[in-house]
């Protein structure tokens, strides 16, 4: 619906985003294969020349991969989870005619807006430190042992602090969702006889079936780059059990200075984000065309 | 929307639904009473809720150990500049996918996003060398310039949802009224969709704010953001937990605030239109 | 000056064609409407010539200078919307400002020519309002001081009525043909009601389906309809068809009668029926008849005599008003 003269003007005018994000895309896409089969190490500058897949083997053969690449799913995965069935839980509870209702999303929604290291840092002093963190308090006054969360737990705590941090998108994605259903619609099922149970197996929750894929969609894409929370709260440790595909590529190739190996790393880590992305579009296509 | 809820059970919600909230709050404001708090009240067992004794002295000492003012500067710097560079690419962009669509415009869209689901990972190394010889390495600049590109699929994807709103016909009205495709977008344009166009800086400056990758890996003790400064506090050193809850709730009060007041616009900007 | 000439035009979007080829020649001062029912391509045709969107071929020439591919901002066109396209931001006083603005005309003489304009279309009051703090009718008068402030070559009315309320819409009509007859520049006017074309045209296009079935005079298109569409088309209430035996009689394949051009009898004349339903309006009664062997026919009569339901009446045509078609809808001659 316009002229040829508009378009064309759309087209200058479309350029500089579709440029700029096109260098941004290709050009370290491309240097990142390129080093990726060559012998480059800022440690050893004697080592050059092509390195075959010498760099993929090593980063892939090595047991810290498959670790990493389980603790990746794990955190994905358990955040997601956490996140999802929580958010329900809570858009659910707010959506009710409870008192102070703006406050309440104002509370809710506040841990998104802390940064990851201030996040992971709270977490890890202030609540999971087994000598003054809250959560040891509060085990010796139920008589326990405190727990050394990262000592112990290591991903599971960066998986507690995540699923913190993003508890409040899902929430309130899930609670717009909400309140988009109609009364009516309620009401029917309200008049149709359906109790509780039965309304949120039957009428919410296909409504809220859109909602939820955009939350694991726009998380997923987020959570497979987990990287400031585990920077300063383990180190990836302890050995490579809170070291997730980000995580090992940057030890790998910033930590190490081995360019090659940390770049197939990074090959690796597109392929797989490529490959969950195609998932989810596929998934999330479905939903999002109805 | 008024349901009929007998008192009893909204009671019950309501007190369901504060200590819910208060839960998922209780790290912020924990940190938030044990910066006032001193080293030793902070680590005491059991621990005392509202400080006993209340004391300004760890902001001192959190701006005298990793100068609070520098870092806070530099993530102003760098999440608004590059939100506006943003814009400034992205209202064009967005004019042209929302008033002068192609077939190729939701594929273009769609790849913009996908530009999101690369992991940075994948790009850090050579990101890290081409700074490096650029000398760009903790420098503002160059750090504002990663933000933007970070940000520029949010913020083109975010204007044309907001731009889809508004009729064509009112552009149309104004060029068969004499205007030029600039004057089209400053006299008309633009005014028509502050809203849509305030919400996306809102976010975008708050993203970039709490950006904690490319904050960290690039930048040292020159450039750094408040990501930066408060990642230089995760090694305990001695007594420190008050003052790291001052450093904490330094760097995140603006924001906060700031995300307060933008809560709303947040789910829409998040999510790429798809839920408003 | 304002004539606007369209040479062969035609236009597509990608594989589906709107308008196949269209010349037409519009004179200074003329108002010409163009009329069809929705989807026949009018407010297509209306935009080309806007020069909102671009022919896929052929020429758009105005005051015979070679406009095809100059930007709307270039043509010296104005337009005034269906949706009155008011922008919302901007008080009524820098709506109609705008143009001018745009034309990077004076401080003085911006003021001075949106007073007038305002002084003409009663909005004298209401200059310093916001669009949305007007009525429909306001809206609509503020979107033509628009118009008329950049005193273009022509003006483009795309169903600028259409979202009005009926007695309003008589109103602005004679406004706008008010302003016609004040300003004498061309107007091109576009509309589904041909009640509205009838009573503002010089000119009538009526459009089916990206072609000009006929392009004359109201009166012209009423009294000699060039095919089956136009006739049907043209007229209140519908013109009658008949075709079979009855218009075999006129050596036709079909035979129109307009529901005015009856005459009603109680006890005798051509076709025999039976009234189904009498609208009766006062002035004028419309009767809903089933003419036996022919079907449901429409016939208007003075608003004096009653009818009921079921009443045998008898309808007998103008001889001198019964328009010929042939099997391909075009009009025969007499």
Known sequence: MATRQTRALARTMMAPAVIVLLIWMAVPLAMTLWFSFQNYSLINPMMTGFAGWANYTYVIGDPSFTQALVNTLLLVGGVLVITIVGGTFIALLLDQPVWGQGILRILVISPFFVMPPVAALIWKNGFMHPGYGMLGHLARWLGLPPVDWFAQYPLFSIIIIVAWQWLPFATLILLTALQSLSEEQREAAEMDGANAANRFRYIILPHLARAITIVILIQTIFLLGIFAEIRVTTGGGPGYASTNIAYLVFRTGILSNDIGAGSAGGVVAVIIANIVAIFLMRAVGRNLDA | MARNVSTQSRIGFTIGAWLVALLIFAPILWTALTAFKTEAEAIASPPTFLPRTFTLDNFEAVQDRSDYIKHAINSIIVSVGSTLIGLAIAIPAAWSMAFAPSKRTKDILMWMLSTKMMPAVGVLIPIYLIFRDLRLLDTVHGLTVIMTLINLPIIVWMLYTYFKEIPVDILEAARMDGAELWNEIVYVLVPMAVPGIASTLLLNVILAWNEAFWTITLTSGRAGTLTAFISSFSSPQGLFLAKLSAASLLAIAPILLLGWFSQRQLVRGLTFGAVK | ?334
């Open chain 3, 1 to 334: 000056m304002g004539s606007i000439s369209l040479q062969n035009v035609n236009k597509s979007f990608g594989e589906v064609q709107v308008i196949p080829d269209i010349s037409l020649e519009i004179n200074d001062g003329e108002f010409v409407v163009f009329v069809g029912p929705s989807g026949c391509g009018k407010s297509t045709l209306l935009r080309l010539i806007a020069g909102l969107e671009d022919t896929t071929n052929g020429r758009i020439l105005l005051d015979g200078q070679d406009m095809t591919d100059a930007p709307p901002a270039r043509r010296g066109l104005a337009m005034v919307f269906q949706s009155y396209a008011l922008y919302p931001h901007m008080s009524v006083r820098d709506n109609i400002a705008f143009p001018l603005k745009m034309a990077k005309a004076s401080k003085e003489v911006i003021d001075q020519k949106v007073e007038y304009a305002a002084r003409t279309l009663n909005l004298s009051d209401y200059l310093d309002r916001r669009p949305r703090a007007l009525s429909g009718g306001q809206r609509q008068r503020v979107a033509i001081g628009r118009a008329i402030v950049r005193e273009p070559k022509a003006f483009l009315f795309d169903e600028p009525l259409s979202n009005l309320d009926a007695a309003l819409r008589v109103n602005m009509r004679l406004e706008i043909t008010e302003l016609h007859q004040q300003l004498q520049t061309t107007m091109i006017y576009v509309t589904h009601d041909q009640v509205e074309a009838m009573t503002m045209a010089d000119r009538i296009v009526v459009l089916n389906a990206g072609n000009v079935e006929q392009f004359g005079t109201p009166l012209e298109l009423y009294r000699t309809p060039a095919n089956r569409f136009v006739a049907g088309f043209i007229g209140s209430p519908k013109m009658n068809f008949v075709d079979g035996a009855e218009a075999a009689k006129h050596n036709a394949h079909a035979i129109g009668v307009r529901p005015e051009h009856f005459a009603l009898s109680k006890t005798s004349g051509t076709w025999k029926g039976t009234v189904s339903v009498a609208e009766q309006l006062g002035s004028d009664t419309f009767l809903h008849i089933h003419l036996d062997g022919i079907g449901l026919v429409t016939a208007r009569t003075g608003g004096e005599e009653t009818y009921e339901h079921g009443e045998t009446v008898y309808l007998t045509p103008d001889p001198q008003r019964i328009y010929r078609f042939g099997a391909d809808g075009n009009a025969l001659a007499a």
